[in-house]
């Protein structure tokens, strides 16, 4: 088991920056790829971002491409997601997610954090 804790949520006025960050309680094969997800009210989650430990990302559409960025900490098995020019569709829970592959954690990730609200004022 992996256990995901979520941090770095709040409240922000668009155009502004939030850094989360996703501790994971071990780094096992399980748990190889990392990433980001997000459920606004009333919307299905959607995928964000993912990262292997060895540093390969993987980006959604185009919602977040080129202001979200997400990155990560081997020592800390720590992974962040940088968000920069935030808008008000980015307002959601975000939540941080772990699989041992990309192919799967896109779709059913095996471990996931208990998420944190990033809420965006215009």
């Known amino acids: 088991q992996v256990q995901l804790v979520e941090s770095g949520g709040g409240l922000v006025q668009a155009g502004g920056s939030l850094r989360l960050s996703c501790a994971a309680s071990a780094r096992t094969s399980s748990s190889a790829v990392m990433g980001w997800f997000r459920q606004a009210p009333g919307k299905e989650r959607e995928f964000v971002a993912a990262?292997?430990?060895?540093?390969?990302?993987?980006y959604s559409s185009d919602s977040v491409k080129g202001r979200f960025t997400i990155s990560k900490d081997n020592a800390k098995n720590t992974v962040y997601l940088q968000m920069n020019s935030l808008k008000s569709d980015d307002t959601a829970r975000y939540y941080c997610?772990?699989?041992?592959?990309?192919?799967?954690?896109?779709?059913?990730?095996?471990?996931w954090g208990q998420g944190t609200q990033v809420t965006v004022s215009s």
């Open positions: 997610a772990a699989d041992s592959a990309y192919a799967t954690i896109r779709v059913r990730p095996a471990y």
């Open positions: 990262i292997s430990w060895s540093g390969t990302t993987l």
